[in-house]
């Protein structure tokens, strides 16, 4: 039976104990130390205490990684609220429709996403905040204008001598308390809001900081690259970096190849979370060049230069991700064979992780040195997998996992709910694998419709045939992926198709694809929109057979 320990306890030690270190920065920006974190999050409890939020109000939080981003959701959870954190990459109409979904009653917002949102449309928001300085961009009530205009004077006044570590007290969390509710999706037709609770997140961060902390010491160097408003990237690299007493840089802009890079050859990190996108533009922008010139095939083909060759190439592609890693874990989306193969023909120190947001996320992950090629790792501590497979060695079957990091389910959805956790716990993630007899798990294939991004984002494909079949000419629609590029099929309007050349047809396309992608976050965008001459074919319950067209 699995003890559990409170998660905002972990956050509490990180604080007292790494009290003087430094905490969190803005790349080329300001940074925080665990005591200011501290004294900001008292601010803000200060703040919701006053204005009435309560235990298990929901807070939204939106907006590109920031050292106030992150006190934000620090300060949600130690109250004792619950945390909505929103990709910032989601379009105005998806943020609207998770706040109100959500219930959130309050809404903190990064400067990327102030410009665009519409305080009309998210009628029961009693103040948004914006995260660069926390001022009010909007407050429905006297008590929020007040508190925030008076907000030192009531922290001086709490504390009218000095903030110390003895006044640091957390919301003591339960096990199946709701802690954070992140949606997989931005539209109330399809959203899935996946209720995590505390025991989730102290599933992830107690797995991690067993497997990790021995190398990855205090006050190592950390990049949050991947959002934090997506659990990869939230469990990993924020919240075990900073319950580790790690120093926790954001990338506070557009995560370009250029800044990634120069972020790593600067900040030099001790341990580096990635997509495959991030590796696979390093591999073959900056190493395969070099690696498939005639002179360097020839040396690495005979065996006694071979070794000392790969030691060299395996150094400098150390030194493109700033050289102290102690490994690189991928995850969020499958690695390019080519690339993984290479990487550990090197002897580099890559290992690949598997996990879902409903577990936020993680299911299945392995040091670098247990690394098997092909695999993901085999089942992290606390939760069992099995292959539903009569076979699990060689015949794929869907992955079933249950434990300590599984979801409550989804919110306000009890169908979605019941059709992915049956009675045992087993919660089906639509993925299919087989599993060696040593554990390792190797993916197969996905059952889910849902595609995967380049970096990592969930794409739901519902979501853009809904829009695009509401467009011109279009009577039904697919879309799929080709590499990493979507393109949509089009059964056009028979009823009008008479009155138009095959020119002006594709002219009526190319427009609904321009009109749709304003419509879409930009990872979700199609590169192309095909005409297809006969009717999908369908189930008896007329769904589209997608793998008839994927």
Request: include cysteine; aromatic fraction near 10%; charge should be negative.
């Amino acid at each position: 039976m699995t003890t559990f320990s409170s998660f905002n306890d972990y956050i509490r030690r990180a604080i007292l104990e790494n009290w003087d270190s430094d905490a969190l920065t803005d790349f080329q920006g300001q940074t925080l130390q665990f005591h200011d974190v501290a004294r900001k999050i008292e601010k803000v409890h200060i703040l919701f205490e006053t204005v009435g939020i309560g235990k298990g109000d929901r807070i939204a939080i939106c907006g590109r990684n920031s050292s106030h981003w992150a006190v934000a959701f620090l300060a949600t959870l130690t109250y004792g609220a619950v945390a909505v954190p929103i990709l910032h990459e989601f379009n105005t109409e998806q943020i609207h429709n998770i706040v109100n979904h959500s219930g959130a009653r309050l809404l903190f917002v990064g400067d990327f996403v102030v410009k665009d949102i519409d305080p009309e449309q998210m009628p029961d928001l009693e103040g948004i905040f914006n995260l660069p300085d926390f001022s009010l961009m909007l407050s429905r009530s006297d008590q929020l204008t007040y508190a925030r205009e008076h907000l030192n004077m009531m922290f001086c006044s709490k504390y009218p001598r000095e903030f110390t570590k003895e006044h640091i007290n957390y919301h003591a969390d339960k096990a199946e308390e709701l802690a954070i509710i992140n949606y997989t999706s931005g539209t109330t037709g399809f959203s899935k809001g996946v209720m995590l609770p505390y025991r989730a997140l102290w599933g992830n961060v107690e797995f991690c900081m067993s497997h990790l902390r021995q190398h990855v010491k205090p006050g190592s160097t950390m990049i949050d690259i991947l959002p934090m408003a997506h659990m990869y990237g939230m469990a990993v690299e924020f919240l075990f970096g900073f319950s580790n007493g790690c120093h926790l840089f954001f990338l506070n802009r557009l995560p370009s190849p250029s800044l990634i890079a120069q972020a790593f050859k600067e900040l030099k990190p001790k341990l580096i979370v990635a997509v495959p996108l991030i590796i696979e533009k390093i591999v073959r922008k900056r190493v395969f060049p070099i690696i498939q010139t005639p002179r360097m095939k020839l040396l690495m083909a005979m065996p006694v230069v071979s070794k000392k060759v790969k030691e060299r190439i395996c150094e400098q592609v150390l030194q493109a991700f700033g050289g102290e890693a102690y490994e690189i874990i991928v995850g969020g989306a499958p690695l390019s064979n080519e690339v993984e193969q290479f990487l550990l023909s090197i002897g580099f120190p890559l290992t690949v992780g598997y996990g879902t947001t409903e577990c936020a996320p993680l299911i299945s992950y392995c040091d670098h040195n247990e690394f098997v090629s092909g695999s993901c790792g085999k089942p992290v501590d606390r939760m069992e997998v099995r292959i539903n497979s009569n076979d699990p060695q060689n015949v794929a079957g869907e992955i079933l996992t249950r434990g300590t990091n599984v979801m409550l389910g989804y919110y306000k959805n009890e169908e979605a709910t019941h059709d992915v956790l049956d009675g045992q716990g087993w919660y089906h993630t639509g993925d299919l694998a087989t599993m060696d007899a040593e554990g390792n798990i190797f993916i197969r294939g996905r059952i889910k419709n849902m595609l995967l991004g380049a970096s990592g984002q969930n794409i739901y494909p519902e979501e853009i045939e809904d829009k695009l079949t509401s467009m011109p000419m279009v009577s039904e629609c697919i879309v799929v992926k080709r590499g990493e590029k979507l393109v949509a099929l089009v059964y056009p309007d028979q009823d009008e198709l008479m009155n138009f050349t095959e020119s002006e047809m594709k002219d009526i396309m190319e427009q609904n694809r321009q009109q749709l992608n304003t419509l879409l976050p930009a990872y979700s965008r199609l590169t192309q929109i095909e005409l297809h001459n006969e009717e999908f074919k369908k189930t008896p319950k007329k769904s589209i057979k997608r793998y008839l067209y994927s």
